[in-house]
């Protein structure tokens, strides 16, 4: 671990199940991102949870529970989330609040670094789950970053100790890991690395690709 520049990260897992793999992958992902010298908001779902998203509704005002997600992806740097994969898509609960928080001015997914994980029995590991996931989030600006981490046959992966039983797959996890927080902090200490990170999206980075709403 090389010293680091301070770094905050907002980490949750967007399952609401008692004993979820991705609860658990959130918590791994909490002590990998500490053991690498950034400091955790740990949260829960539960945290912010808000009613189906209408027109209608807002007009009443925000939820709390989207105020709270947007309060503190503002507290934070960079965001993880840990996401089951439900039908080949992502949970309608989480699709529900980033509808709820894109509907804030200023739009706080805009401009933020995101990892995005996954836990599930399947081979697959929730990987299509991710791949819906990052659509309204890029849409939003969120800079997800490239390496997803999908954990498949997760009711085999964790031991005892909550830990990979697999060596080598806990040293990719830790590498995604690093890889990650090496970005955001770069990003936040050393503003040319927002220039390098939009070109190597294929956006030039300007008013209309920097995007506010």
């Not at 996401?83 to 992502?90: A, D, I, K, R």
């Not at 995005?116 to 969120?142: D, F, I, K, Q, Y």
């Not at 503003?191 to 070109?199: I, L, Q």
Request: proline share 6%; glycine share 8%.
């Amino acid at each position: 671990m090389h010293g680091r520049e301070p770094v905050r990260v907002l980490v949750f897992s967007a399952s609401l199940r008692t004993g979820s793999f991705n609860t658990r992958l959130a918590l791994l992902a909490r002590g990998a991102i500490e053991k690498h010298g950034a400091s955790v908001d740990l949260a829960a779902l539960r945290d912010f949870d808000s009613p189906s998203y209408s027109q209608d509704a807002q007009k009443d005002g925000f939820p709390a529970g989207a105020d709270e997600l947007r309060r503190r992806l503002l507290a934070n740097d960079a965001f993880v989330i840990a996401s089951p994969e439900y039908n080949g898509s992502m949970p309608g609960l989480l699709k529900n609040l980033i509808d709820w928080v894109s509907r804030f001015k200023p739009q706080p997914f805009n401009g933020k670094h995101a990892l995005l994980m996954s836990a599930s029995p399947s081979m697959v590991g929730g990987n299509r789950g991710l791949w819906a996931l990052r659509v309204p989030l890029e849409h939003l600006g969120t800079r997800v970053y490239p390496d997803m981490f999908s954990l498949a046959q997760a009711h085999q992966a964790f031991g005892a100790d909550g830990g990979f039983v697999d060596p080598k797959l806990s040293d990719r996890f830790d590498q995604t890991i690093a890889g990650f927080l090496d970005l955001a902090e770069a990003v936040k200490n050393y503003p040319c690395a927002k220039t390098a990170w939009t070109e190597f999206l294929g956006e030039h980075p300007t008013a209309l690709t920097d995007r506010v709403e």
